[in-house]
């Protein structure tokens, strides 16, 4: 496991992307797991004022995101979909068959989880996974507890992610009860894994991620044993280590 340590925000961003970018450039990425809410913003930004220099496409890349709230149509402005559109795709030269999130408007979830995990399987797994971390610890929308061995599924969002997350919608009563999420088993199939994390909020579960005993009370221990992960955070979410 690397931990690289930057300043702030704008450094992790920066270096984030300077990191996607040489392994997009060198064509070591054709499946690309993407992640969402606050952190992975400014490393979008990075990317596609990156992608405007021309030295990269998109051609040929799939993407494929950890999550989306269950009960959010893809064209509802709070969902993973739209988030997705608004801070990445609309802005490069991927076209919508390239993009991949779990529908959370399906009628039947149980079909739409089994759909996902296949779908990933089936574009070869994913080659560079970008995660965020949850204060609980939580990576994807896989909460403390759920099992190491899971696979795409739906969850019951805690309360406290869904007061985190609160801040992303007009009412606190808008939020989610349950998701979609790739699993633990599913993230750890990743080739390659990129971890931002930004900020005091996120200082325990960094510590925790780092040093904890690997335990399904804390989702992100598992990455402890991933082959190849990168940690790119700034001092404040360092400030315990
Ligand atoms: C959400 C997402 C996670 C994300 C986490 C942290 O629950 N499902 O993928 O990593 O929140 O979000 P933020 O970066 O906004 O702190």
Redesign the pocket.
Known sequence: MEVIGVKDFNEMSKRAAQFVYEDLVNRRIKVMGM???????GFYKQLVRLYKKGDFSFKGIQTVN??EYVGLSPENPNS?HQYMYQHLFQHIDIQRDQTHLPNGAAEDLERECVRYEQLIEELGGIDLQL?????NG????NEPGTSFHSNTHVVN?TTA?RE??A??FNDRREVPKQ?I?MGIDTIMKSKKILL????K??AQAIYRLLYDKVDESCPATILQRHPNITIIADNEALSLV
């Open positions: 992640a969402t809410g606050g952190t992975p913003i950890l999550d993973y995660l965020g971390i949850g204060e939580h990576i994807g929308f969002l992610t985190a997350n801040r992303y998701a999420t931002l994390a930004s900020g909020e996120k």
